[in-house]
């Protein structure tokens, strides 16, 4: 599999929309015991937005789709042989962007889903959804200093391209930031 990354990727905290696609990746990553549930999500997606982030491909509309397209298809030869002959004065040029977003789809390939959490490691309450909104054992703990990060996930097709490592450096690196907590911990397999 090539490390090359797919075109027009974005990294943006998830919201309560993106609850379908958070959904199909956990199933595609996780074991039907493991992943999260739609409830689950939900609730995390309302309780803690900030700390849940997506990696998207975004498909745009633009006058250069055909480019986007050839220059997808062409990713395997050199740009010289495609490109780089076409005189510069040839490039067009009038291009500006419209005044309102011109993406089209945006199509979630990894996600991180995480909560506050009390205590230092994740345990099996800290992720079970509260039993109400005092429950100081079970959910997301807003007052915690540490970050329970429970989900990442990379959807197979992408695997092998360091989304994962890419997608977990620019969420540490918000989060430090931001100052959003002291602590980060991990859930995950012996094997990884």
Known sequence: MSPQLPLHLAI???????AEQV???????????????????????????ELCSGI??????SKYAQFDKDL?????????????????RN???????????????????????ATKINGEFITTESMA????????????QE???TIGLHSLVIDPEYRGKHLGILLLHDYVQKLSNQRVAKYLTLL???KL
């Open 12 to 18: 943006r905290p998830l919201n309560i929309c993106d």
């Open 23 to 49: 959904l199909r990746l956990e199933k595609k990553g996780f074991s039907k015991s493991e992943a999260c549930s739609a409830e689950g999500i939900r609730y995390r997606l309302l309780a803690c937005p």
């Open 56 to 61: 998207f491909i975004r498909r745009f509309s």
């Open 72 to 88: 997808e298809n062409d990713l395997d030869t050199t740009v010289t042989q495609n490109y780089s002959s076409k005189p510069i």
């Open 91 to 113: 490039v067009d040029l009038d291009y500006l962007p419209d005044e309102k977003s011109s993406t089209v789809e945006e199509k979630l390939i990894g996600h991180i889903m």
């Open 129 to 140: 959804l509260p039993k109400d909104d005092n429950d100081a054992i079970n959910g997301h």
């Open 143 to 145: 007052s915690s200093i």
């Open 188 to 190: 995950c397999k012996k």
